[in-house]
């Protein structure tokens, strides 16, 4: 077999092959997916706890070290 005969099959392979596995569907904005959403909250909820937890203690110790408290 020439061989551009052999790189324009294994193209046409790879285009058949590739078309398949990456077809990507639009979300529907009907229907949220309820799961990514409740992890999505969820997650910014635990992190703006942390940061306000993180706050306090800096706050105390920043007066505990100068002597205002």
Avoid: C
Avoid at 15 to 36: E, G, H
Avoid at 56 to 68: A, C, F, I, M, Q
Wanted: glycine share 6%; charged share 20%.
């Amino acid at each position: 077999m020439p061989l551009g005969r052999l790189f324009l099959r294994t193209s046409t392979v790879n285009k058949m092959v590739s078309r398949n596995s990456f077809i990507a569907s639009k979300p529907d904005p009907s229907k949220p997916n309820m799961l990514r959403v409740g992890l999505a909250f969820g997650s910014t909820a635990v992190l703006w706890a942390l940061l306000f937890k993180q706050h306090s203690t800096d706050v105390h110790e920043y007066k505990t070290r100068n002597g205002l408290e």
